[in-house]
């Protein structure tokens, strides 16, 4: 049986006074439990919850800025979020800080975590195996989004901002881990990932194709038609994809532009060591550069840009 403790601070300023934030401390111990926590209506709010053990689940909302939000899982199939009802850890407003921690288990996912408004920033960071943040989605400008998974097997699914002047970093360690989708849609943005280990970027593509292109045209044997790679998607003017991998049998596929020919002035810098290793770059619009830098043998890279 889950155990269900719901946390609710409910505070409406009057008058035009911004009142004091509240705090939530949450602790719990054993299995399936599940924390909810809901601030509302102040600024300076404060929420931690520590959950120990396996199958535990957490779900936070804060509305309002300069809140802090962290929650920490220890052990395995822990989740924040809930994909069945879609809720989420959530924030509104500016100025607002999330850190999510999943250490010491495997298969913890973070189904939905989402931040609405400006200079806000989110960290994940994920220490096991098949671990899975399905969806990050920040919309406002000067946002910051950082994902660090350790060990085998993760994913990142869709990290996405909507805005300018965004940063998204991804760090991933060992082997046969995926970025599924990072994507931005504005101006000025940057999006790094590091992959370090083996087999990463490699996925299977339900259209049976490489994805965004067919493989006749990229003429890649390498992965075979049922494959795609870890992917990058920036639409807007002046953005910025940074990819480093290092080890051998790595993919990746970054996009600029892919929304029409209007898009201009962005960069891609990518490299990849050891060998074996496959990229595709595709920009569409003017004043691009990509810049790939691949090491080893057995290599192979594509790239177009369609002015």
């Not at 609710?8 to 934030?21: E, F, K, N, Q, Y």
């Not at 990072?182 to 490699?202: F, T, V």
């Not at 619009?285 to 369609?306: L, P």
Request: charged share 15%; glycine share 12%; net charge neutral.
């Amino acid at each position: 049986m889950k155990k269900t403790i719901l946390a609710t601070v409910a505070v409406l300023a009057m008058g035009g006074t911004a009142l004091a934030g509240s705090d939530v401390d949450i602790d719990q111990i054993g299995i399936a439990n599940v924390a909810s926590s809901l601030q509302v209506g102040s600024n300076g709010n404060k929420a931690r919850i520590l959950q120990q053990g396996d199958l535990n689940s957490s779900i936070t909302k804060q509305d309002g800025s300069d809140n802090y939000l962290r929650v920490r899982q220890t052990s395995n199939l822990n989740e924040v979020g809930n994909d069945a009802d879609n809720t989420a850890l959530s924030q509104k407003g500016k100025d607002n800080k999330a850190y999510v921690d999943q250490y010491g288990g495997d298969s913890n996912v973070v189904y939905k975590a989402t931040q609405d408004g400006n200079t806000n920033t989110l960290k994940v960071d994920q220490n096991g195996s098949e671990n899975l943040v399905k969806t990050v989605l920040q919309d406002g400008n000067t946002n910051k989004a950082n994902i660090k998974q350790t060990g085998a097997q993760n994913e990142v699914r869709d990290a996405a901002q909507i805005g300018n002047n965004n940063k998204l970093n991804i760090a991933q360690t060992f082997y046969k881990n995926l970025v599924e989708k990072a994507e931005s849609k504005g101006n000025s943005n940057a999006i790094k990932i590091d992959q370090d280990g083996a087999w990463n970027g490699l996925g299977t593509d339900s259209n049976g194709g490489i994805n965004g292109m067919s493989t006749s045209e990229a003429n890649f044997g390498l992965h075979g038609s049922a494959r795609h790679a870890s992917r990058v998607m920036q639409n807007g003017s002046g953005n910025t994809a940074n990819i480093d991998q290092n080890g051998i049998f790595q993919a990746f596929e970054i996009y600029q532009g892919f929304g029409g020919n209007s898009s201009t002035g962005s960069k891609i810098n990518l490299t990849q060591n050891v060998g074996a290793n496959y990229t595709y770059a595709q920009q569409t619009g003017s004043a691009h550069v990509a810049n790939i830098a691949q090491s080893g043998s057995f290599n192979r890279t594509f790239v177009k840009q369609d002015n």
